[in-house]
Nanobody, 124 residues
Framework: QVQLVESGGGLVQAGGSLRLSCAAS????????MGWFRQAPGKEREFVAA???????LFADSVKGRFTISRYNIKNTVYLQMNSLKPEDTAVYYC??????????????????WGQGTQVTVSS
C-alpha cells in the first residue's frame, strides 16, 4: 500500500500561481509513475499531468505551458506547479500512483493509489 497526502491548495486570483505537493509513504515510491487529476463539481475526474520515476512527463492539453510536474524521490514527494491559473482550473486536485513501472499514462483506471484531494479555487 501507498498512502498519498496532498497539500498546497487554496484560493487564488486568476493569473496567479499555486504549488501542490503530494507526500507518499508506505511502499517504495521511486518506481511509481505519479499523476495529478482534478474533479470539478458535476464533472468527471480528469487527468492533469503525470511523471515517471525517470522524469518523463505527460500533460493534458488544457494545462500545457501553464503547469509543470516534478518529483523529488529522496523525499517521496511530487509537485504540481500551476501558473497562469484560470477560473476553469477550479477543482479538487488528487494525487495518484501507478505501480506499473516504465509507463506514463492518462487513464484514471491505471492508477492504483489515490490521495484525499486538495481544493483549488481560482477567482475571476
Amino acid at each position: 500500500q501507498v498512502q498519498l497526502v496532498e497539500s498546497g491548495g487554496g484560493l487564488v486570483q486568476a493569473g496567479g500561481s499555486l504549488r501542490l505537493s503530494c507526500a507518499a509513504s508506505g511502499r517504495t515510491f521511486s518506481p511509481y509513475t505519479m499523476g495529478w487529476f482534478r474533479q470539478a463539481p458535476g464533472k468527471e475526474r480528469e487527468f492533469v499531468a503525470a511523471i515517471s520515476w525517470s522524469g518523463s512527463t505527460l500533460f493534458a492539453d488544457s494545462v500545457k505551458g501553464r503547469f509543470t510536474i516534478s518529483r523529488y524521490n529522496i523525499k517521496n514527494t511530487v509537485y504540481l506547479q500551476m501558473n497562469s491559473l484560470k477560473p476553469e482550473d477550479t477543482a479538487v486536485y488528487y494525487c495518484a500512483a501507478d505501480q506499473t513501472p516504465l509507463r506514463v499514462v492518462a487513464a484514471r483506471g491505471s492508477y492504483d493509489f489515490w490521495g484525499q484531494g486538495t481544493q483549488v479555487t481560482v477567482s475571476s
